[in-house]
T-cell receptor, first 113, second 116 residues
Framework: DAGVTQSPTHLIKTRGQQVTLRCSPK?????VSWYQQALGQGPQFIFQ???????QRGNFPDRFSGHQFPNYSSELNVNALLLGDSALYLCASSLAGINSPLHFGNGTRLTVT | GDSVTQMEGPVTLSEEAFLTINCTYTATGYPSLFWYVQYPGEGLQLLLK?????DKGSNKGFEATYRKETTSFHLEKGSVQVSDSAVYFC???????????????FGKGTLLTVNP
């Protein structure tokens, strides 16, 4: 049973470019959340998708957008990259319901130069 | 807003030593509390959780008790092993809306190194 898979594992982009990160949830899960983890910090919530809609959003600018597909997989898009966007981006999946634990992927390491 | 404050690291212990990592929180309502562990090069793994006051979460010899009166959820282990070396994150939940579940607010993490 595959867990949460994210691609790519590493990515290097130039300031001003756009990037797309991908996530496949754990089998049976229907909710996907994205977190940004800066070096030496805890993960920060970006947004959450359920039934192909953004359900919750953290304090991130509109440059951060996402999508969820009918098969529950998800993409995170970041436009106009800034140096400060360099971080580990974590995807977490779960089954809708308040007692369902989050399962995290290993993340995508984004470096903006 | 919600916040989590955990003990600054790094923490370095010898094998079989006693571990405590302090965690306090600020939240509206009654959040659920979690400890996650992150091994090098890996994603976060749920270590344990507690969903209401006085609950004790436990797993792999680790335990933490939800203390509402002190707004704390300290992580303890009686005898650490080299394999416990990792970054530990305290987190709280915030109930989501609609059919989705909660989002997590994390502390900054505590790096634990256990030497043989």
């Amino acid at each position: 049973d595959a867990g949460v898979t994210q691609s790519p594992t590493h990515l290097i982009k130039t300031r001003g470019q756009q990037v797309t990160l991908r996530c496949s949830p754990k089998s049976g899960h229907d909710t996907v959340s994205w977190y940004q983890q800066a070096l030496g910090q805890g993960p920060q919530f970006i947004f959450q998708y359920y039934e192909e809609e953004e359900r919750q959003r953290g304090n991130f600018p509109d440059r951060f957008s996402g999508h969820q597909f009918p098969n529950y997989s998800s993409e995170l898009n970041v436009n106009a990259l800034l140096l400060g966007d360099s971080a580990l981006y974590l995807c977490a999946s779960s089954l809708a319901g308040i007692n369902s634990p989050l399962h995290f992927g290993n993340g995508t390491r984004l470096t903006v130069t | 807003g919600d916040s989590v404050t955990q003990m600054e690291g790094p923490v370095t212990l010898s094998e079989e030593a006693f571990l405590t990592i302090n965690c306090t929180y600020t939240a509206t309502g009654y959040p659920s509390l979690f400890w996650y562990v992150q091994y090098p090069g890996e994603g976060l793994q749920l270590l344990l959780k507690a969903t209401k006051a006085d609950d004790k979460g436990s797993n792999k010899g680790f335990e933490a008790t939800y203390r509402k009166e002190t707004t704390s959820f300290h992580l303890e282990k009686g005898s650490v092993q080299v394999s416990d070396s990792a970054v530990y994150f305290c987190a709280l939940s915030d109930l989501g809306s609609g059919g989705s579940n909660y989002k997590l607010t994390f502390g900054k993490g505590t790096l634990l190194t256990v030497n043989p």
